[in-house]
């Protein structure tokens, strides 16, 4: 392997074009989520149920990442974001109209095939978007993912609040998202490697020690980010009933707590470093569990989204940096050695909290992510000091 050097001038566009497509990305994929509330009123189901369907978005994800090298390979970096935005707002919109579980779940299997085809390529751009600028600018990308995920909170909230169809809501948020990613990658040109890499990626990456020391750190903060996204809502309107708009508004709490601490950390890390940083926000973390958990007030619980969202904020950005800039295996492998595994917690714990849910509360759903902080905490030495 032998460093491959690009002009710097160039990564300046980029990174912002790359900033833009993590935003619609999340906008896309959070519109549905914002509207379980009204989804699981449409299909008549209880929690569990819901759960069952929403399994469908991680194994289409894992599909994906598992079989999807050769399709990366032949469409490029542009190919990929265009065809995966595709398939997973089409993939929504059918769940949208399901109004049983079965076609719910298949419907969220061909959205979770776009997850995965997307979500490896934007992260392997953000990374090496920060080696053309000379500075750190995944945790800033990632802010963008979270500004995505607070317009598609706020949005959901008032499509809610006006009762519009959920396949209208998700029609209208789709149509503008597409529109936009497609004049972003018209002139859009991917970054260059960091390395040459002599052979692809396996479609298969089993996480070594390292990544699974990376895993353990990003544990609790993805299942409570995937927590948040799916229950906040739901949990809102279960424990507090303070009718549509207000219980739509707490995913907008925690996508915007989250975006804000993203998009100022990369300074933060560059003089802190990284293991200071997520050792506090990790104590963050845990009280945003804590306040979720025990709230007496919607606004208490309100405060506790805010918090969870500025905990679990640079987590994962960090872990992606660390495992990307690896120089003992091609970054591709790394990265998606770790999306394969911390993804798959993303997406599949917070359906299976549903049925946790469903027999005894969601409070103690968001419960269950605090014996997970203090095991985050126990490795977060691992990371690199400044």
Same mark, same amino acid.
Do not use: K
């Given at each position: 392997?032998?460093?491959?050097?690009? &002009?710097?001038?160039r990564?300046?566009v980029? *990174?912002?074009?790359?900033?833009?497509?993590?935003?619609?990305?999340?906008?896309?994929?959070?519109?549905?989520?914002?509207r379980?509330?009204?989804?699981?009123?449409?299909? =008549?189901?209880?929690?569990?149920?819901? =759960?069952?369907?929403?399994?469908?978005?991680?194994?289409?994800?894992?599909?994906?990442?598992?079989?999807?090298? #050769?399709?990366?390979?032949?469409?490029?970096?542009? =190919?990929?974001?265009? !065809?995966?935005?595709?398939?997973?707002?089409?993939?929504?919109i059918?769940?949208?109209?399901?109004?049983?579980?079965?076609?719910?779940?298949?419907?969220?299997?061909?959205?979770g095939?776009?997850?995965?085809l997307?979500?490896?390529?934007?992260?392997?751009?953000?990374?090496?978007?920060?080696?053309?600028?000379?500075?750190?600018?995944?945790?800033r990308?990632?802010?963008?993912?979270?500004?995505?995920?607070?317009? !598609?909170g706020?949005?959901g909230?008032?499509?809610?609040?006006?009762?519009?169809?959920?396949?209208? *809501?998700?029609?209208?948020?789709?149509?503008?998202?597409?529109?936009?990613?497609?004049?972003?990658?018209?002139?859009?040109?991917?970054?260059?490697?960091?390395?040459?890499?002599?052979? &692809?990626?396996?479609?298969?990456?089993?996480?070594?020690r390292f990544?699974?020391?990376?895993?353990?750190?990003?544990? !609790?903060?993805?299942?409570?980010?995937?927590?948040?996204?799916?229950?906040?809502?739901?949990?809102?309107?279960?424990?507090?009933s303070?009718?549509?708009?207000?219980?739509?508004?707490?995913?907008?709490?925690?996508?915007? !707590?989250?975006?804000?601490?993203?998009?100022?950390?990369?300074?933060?890390?560059d003089?802190? =470093?990284?293991?200071?940083?997520?050792?506090?926000?990790?104590?963050?973390?845990?009280?945003?569990?804590?306040?979720?958990?025990?709230? #007496?007030?919607?606004?208490?619980?309100?405060?506790?989204?805010?918090?969870?969202?500025?905990?679990?904020?640079?987590?994962? #950005?960090?872990?992606?940096?660390?495992?990307?800039?690896?120089?003992?295996?091609?970054?591709?492998?790394?990265?998606?050695?770790?999306?394969?595994t911390?993804?798959?917690?993303?997406?599949?714990? &917070?359906?299976?909290?549903?049925?946790?849910?469903?027999?005894?509360?969601?409070?103690?759903?968001?419960?269950?992510?605090? &014996?997970?902080?203090?095991?985050?905490?126990?490795f977060?030495?691992?990371?690199?000091?400044?």
């Open positions: 392997m032998t460093s491959v050097p690009a &002009p710097p001038v990564g300046f980029h *990174h912002r074009a790359v900033f833009a497509l993590f935003f619609l990305y999340a906008l896309i994929l959070g519109a549905i989520l914002s379980l509330y009204d989804m699981q009123a449409r299909m =008549g189901v209880e929690e569990g149920a819901l =759960g069952l369907g929403l399994l469908g978005m991680p194994l289409g994800t894992q599909i994906a990442l598992l079989f999807g090298a #050769p399709l990366v390979q032949r469409l490029g970096t542009r =190919g990929i974001v265009r !065809s995966g935005l595709g398939v997973l707002a089409a993939g929504q059918i769940a949208a109209t399901s109004t049983g579980v079965p076609l719910f779940f298949v419907a969220l299997t061909l959205a095939l776009g997850i995965g997307v979500e490896v390529v934007l992260n392997l751009e953000a990374d090496r978007g920060e080696a053309e600028l000379g500075r750190r600018i995944m945790s990308a990632h802010s963008f993912w979270s500004f995505g995920f607070f317009a !598609s706020l949005a909230a008032a499509a809610a609040g006006l009762a519009m169809p959920v396949w209208l *809501h998700l029609v209208i948020v789709d149509a503008v998202a597409l529109a936009a990613m497609t004049l972003i990658l018209r002139d859009f040109r991917p970054a260059r490697s960091r390395l040459v890499e002599s052979a &692809p990626a396996a479609r298969f990456v089993a996480p070594d990544i699974l020391v990376l895993l353990a750190i990003t544990l !609790s903060a993805m299942m409570l980010e995937g927590a948040a996204n799916d229950w906040s809502v739901i949990y809102m309107r279960d424990t507090f303070p009718g549509a708009f207000v219980a739509g508004l707490a995913l907008a709490v925690a996508a915007g !707590s989250q975006a804000l601490m993203r998009y100022f950390a990369d300074p933060v890390v003089r802190f =470093g990284p293991r200071a940083v997520a050792r506090n926000l990790l104590i963050v973390l845990g009280i945003g569990v804590v306040l979720v958990t025990f709230a #007496p007030s919607p606004w208490v619980a309100f405060v506790g989204f805010a918090a969870i969202g500025i905990g679990n904020g640079t987590l994962f #950005p960090l872990a992606v940096s660390a495992a990307a800039q690896r120089d003992d295996r091609p970054s591709a492998e790394s990265v998606a050695a770790l999306a394969q911390s993804f798959f917690v993303f997406l599949v714990t &917070p359906p299976l909290l549903g049925f946790l849910g469903e027999h005894i509360s969601l409070r103690a759903c968001f419960a269950i992510g605090l &014996p997970l902080v203090v095991l985050s905490l126990a977060v030495n691992r990371l690199a000091p400044r």
